[in-house]
C-alpha cells in the first residue's frame, strides 16, 4: 500500500496536513499509539522542513507487511553540511520561520529519534530525499 | 495521574471545546511557543500550554498525542485553528494566567514536565 502527499511552497496553513492524514490512516490500520505517534512525529517534522527548507515536495508512504517506510523529497537546495544539521539546534531557518514556532534546529535529530532507520540522500542545488523507515512488530 | 477537569479547575480555565474529554488523565505537561522542541520534548499522556495561535499549534499537539491544549496569557486563536483542535478531539482551554503561573499551578497540581534528561 502507497500513499502519496504533495507539500505546497510556502503554504504555512496547509503544512502538516500530510502528516495528520497519515497518522489518521495508520489508526485505521490498528497500528499501536505508540508507533503511530513516533511515525505521525517524523513525517510531520519532514513536512516541515520539506516546507519550510525545501520549497515544497513530495511525501511517500509505503506501508509493508514488515515495515512502514516514510520518505520526504524535495528539489530544494540540499544540505552542504549533514553532520552540522544532524546537531541539535544548529537550524537555517529564518526569523518568521522562527516566529511561527519551527526552526529550532531538532528536526532532523528527532527524525533520526523517532525512527528505526533514516537515510539522508542530499546534493547540493539538487533536492534532499529523507528516508524514515519504522519496524512493525512480530 | 490529574484529570484534565482538575487541569482547568487549577487554571481557572474556559473549557472552549472538548468538554466530554475531561476525564482523561496526564502526567505531564510541556510549556512552549516552539512546537520544535515540543515535538522533540513531549511525551504521551502530556498538556501542552502555549501562546501561540496558529493552526501549527494544533497539527502539533495532534501527532504528538497532546490530551489538551491551553492558551495562556487569554490569548485565543481564529476560529479556524478552534475548528481544527475539535475535528481531530483535541480539547481546548482558555487561562487568563501567564505562561510562567500556568506551568507553576500544574507543577504544585502533580505535574511534570518533559524533561530533556528523560530523552531516549
Given at each position: 500500500?502507497?500513499?502519496i ?12 496536513a ?58 530544494g ?11 541539535e ?5 529564518s ?44 | ?120
Amino acid at each position: 500500500m502507497e500513499e502519496i502527499y504533495t507539500v505546497i511552497p510556502d503554504d504555512f496553513e496547509r503544512a502538516g496536513a500530510a502528516s495528520t492524514s497519515l497518522k489518521d490512516l495508520l489508526k485505521k490500520l490498528g497500528l499501536s499509539p505508540e508507533l503511530i505517534r513516533r511515525i505521525a512525529i517524523g513525517t510531520y517534522e519532514g513536512e516541515m522542513n520539506c516546507l519550510i527548507h525545501g520549497g515544497g515536495g513530495r511525501i511517500r508512504a509505503e506501508i509493508g507487511p514488515q515495515d512502514i517506510r516514510v520518505s520526504i523529497e524535495d528539489h530544494g537546495p540540499g544540505i552542504p553540511d549533514v553532520q552540522k544539521a544532524m546537531q541539535e539546534g544548529w537550524s537555517t531557518a529564518s526569523a518568521k520561520i522562527r516566529a511561527m514556532g519551527f526552526g529550532a534546529g531538532m528536526g532532523l535529530p528527532n527524525m533520526k529519534k523517532v525512527s528505526d532507520e533514516m537515510q539522508i540522500d542530499t546534493q547540493v542545488g539538487k533536492g534532499t530525499r529523507v528516508t524514515l523507515v519504522f519496524h512493525l512488530p512480530g | 495521574m490529574v484529570t484534565l477537569k482538575k487541569v482547568a479547575e487549577v487554571l481557572e480555565a474556559q473549557v472552549v471545546s472538548g468538554q466530554e474529554g475531561l476525564g482523561r488523565t496526564v502526567k505531564q505537561a510541556c510549556g512552549s511557543d516552539m512546537m520544535s522542541d515540543v515535538l522533540a520534548y513531549a511525551k504521551e499522556d502530556f498538556v501542552l500550554l502555549t501562546g501561540l495561535l496558529n493552526i501549527q499549534v494544533v497539527r502539533t499537539a495532534d501527532v504528538s498525542d497532546a490530551a489538551a491544549l491551553i492558551f495562556v496569557r487569554d490569548k485565543h486563536p481564529e476560529q479556524e485553528v478552534l475548528l481544527a483542535a475539535k475535528d481531530k478531539g483535541i480539547p481546548v482551554l482558555y487561562t487568563r494566567y501567564t505562561m510562567f503561573e500556568a506551568c507553576g499551578r500544574l507543577y504544585e497540581l502533580g505535574l511534570r514536565g518533559c524533561s530533556a534528561k528523560d530523552r531516549k
